[in-house]
Structures are given as structure tokens and as C-alpha cells.
């Protein structure tokens, strides 16, 4: 079965950066994933790096972030190093780039001083390593009471790397009502808990 970009509904303005992006059919994770995000659901993906992980969660955030309002946090990634953050950054630049969609990248070992200009100027998408993320808000730089999406990304790496009291912070500051989205290479017990 050949699935195309078009069928999920996205708005033509994504489905165009889409195509300048080179990408033709969605990935297996992208088939299963987009459909069930778009329609709000919590997931719990299954995928390696390389599979096309950050678009299946991307494009849905993007496609939120078109409607409603803007320059306030209301998509929140979470991810285990800045390598990765980066990475997401780039992706999400390029599949929102025909979108108002403003998005920063939070991360420890530089300067804190561009990262809060910048969410200081209103963003709506922030892609963060936990540690900064919760020095920022501690700083009182940060707002996310408004956040409607959070992504965990490569969530078992962030678990051993000792992540999880951090993140347990994070989720509390965030709303009850949300869509959470969880991605990991491997799925042990304490994972899916
Ligand atoms: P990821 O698993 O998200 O790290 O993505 C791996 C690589 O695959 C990235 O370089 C993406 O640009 C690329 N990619 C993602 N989705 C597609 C697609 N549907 N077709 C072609 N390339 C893709």
C-alpha cells in the first residue's frame, strides 16, 4: 500500500516544506503514528533513530501550532542531549518553514543568555534537555502551564542517563490535560510505566 503525504489531512503550507524537504513516502512509524496524533491520542512509539521518528511527531505539533495562539510555549519536546535537540531543531524548521511556528532549542553548557531572548520574544514549540529546561524555570524565564503537547524523546537513553527525576519535575509543572507523546528505542518495564 502506498500511503502518500497528502492523505493525513496536514495543511497544504506543511505539505509543501514536506516535499522541498525531499521526503516522498511517510516512513512506518510515520503511517501509524501521524494518524492517531492528529486526532489527539497519546502514543507510545516504538522506533530507533532513523526511522523518521522526528517527523512523525513534528508534523502533527506543527499542524496544531497553525491555529490558535501564538508566541506562548504550547508544545514541549523533551530530549536527552543537545545533539539531538539540534537535530530536531533543524527538522522542525524545515518541515514549519511556510508556518509562523517559532521554536527555540533549551540546553545546558552555553550561554543561558540567547535562550531566554529568544523565549523572552514568545515561541510556541521549545526543544529542551531537562536540565536547563528546569533551570530556566526556576529562573522564572520559562512558562509552560500552557502546554497542550509534551514529546519524550528517545526516552529509555534518558532514563539511563538518570533523567527521571527531572522529568517527573517537568511533567508536574505541566497541565493535567495534555497530549503526551513518548518515543523510545526499547521498551522496558519502567518505560511504559
Ligand atoms: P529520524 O529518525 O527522525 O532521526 O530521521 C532520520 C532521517 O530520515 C532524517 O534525516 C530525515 O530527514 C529523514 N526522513 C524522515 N522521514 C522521511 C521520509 N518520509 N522520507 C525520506 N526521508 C525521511
Same mark, same amino acid.
Given at each position: ?7 493525513? +489531512?496536514?495543511?497544504? !503550507? $506543511? ?25 489527539? !491520542?497519546?502514543?507510545? +512509539? &516504538?522506533? %530507533?533513530?532513523?526511522? =523518521? ?11 496544531? *501550532?497553525i491555529k490558535g495562539p501564538q508566541r506562548r510555549v504550547r508544545a514541549l519536546v523533551v530530549a536527552p542531549t543537545r545533539e539531538l535537540s539540534e537535530q530536531i531543531y533543524q527538522t522542525s524548521v524545515a518541515l514549519g518553514k511556510n ?15 540567547? %535562550?531566554?531572548?529568544? &523565549?523572552?520574544? =514568545?515561541?510556541? *514549540? ?7 529546561? &528546569?533551570? *530556566?524555570? =526556576?529562573? +522564572? ?10 514529546? *519524550?524523546?528517545?526516552?529509555?537513553? @534518558?532514563?539511563? @542517563? =538518570?533523567?527521571?527525576?527531572?522529568? !517527573?519535575?517537568? $511533567? ?14 526499547? @521498551? ?6
Open positions: 500500500m502506498h500511503m502518500k503525504f497528502d492523505q493525513f +489531512g496536514l495543511d497544504q !503550507r $506543511i505539505v509543501d516544506a514536506i516535499a522541498s524537504a525531499g521526503y516522498t513516502v511517510p516512513t512506518s512509524i510515520q503511517q501509524q503514528a501521524i494518524p492517531k496524533v492528529l486526532e489527539g !491520542r497519546d502514543v507510545l +512509539g &516504538l522506533a %530507533q533513530t532513523g526511522t =523518521g521518528k522526528t517527523a512523525a511527531f513534528i508534523l502533527p505539533i506543527i499542524q496544531r *501550532l508556518t509562523r511556528m517559532r521554536c527555540v532549542t533549551v540546553y545546558g553548557g552555553v550561554n543561558k543568555k540567547s %535562550q531566554v531572548s529568544r &523565549l523572552r520574544k =514568545g515561541v510556541e *514549540l521549545v526543544i529542551a534537555c531537562p536540565g536547563r529546561l &528546569l533551570d *530556566l524555570v =526556576g529562573d +522564572g524565564a520559562i512558562d509552560l502551564w500552557q502546554t497542550e503537547v509534551l514529546v *519524550l524523546d528517545e526516552a529509555d537513553r @534518558m532514563c539511563d @542517563m =538518570g533523567f527521571i527525576p527531572d522529568i !517527573r519535575r517537568i $511533567i508536574k509543572i505541566l497541565p493535567s490535560k495534555r497530549q503526551t507523546l513518548c518515543f523510545a528505542a526499547t @521498551m522496558p518495564e519502567d518505560i511504559r510505566r
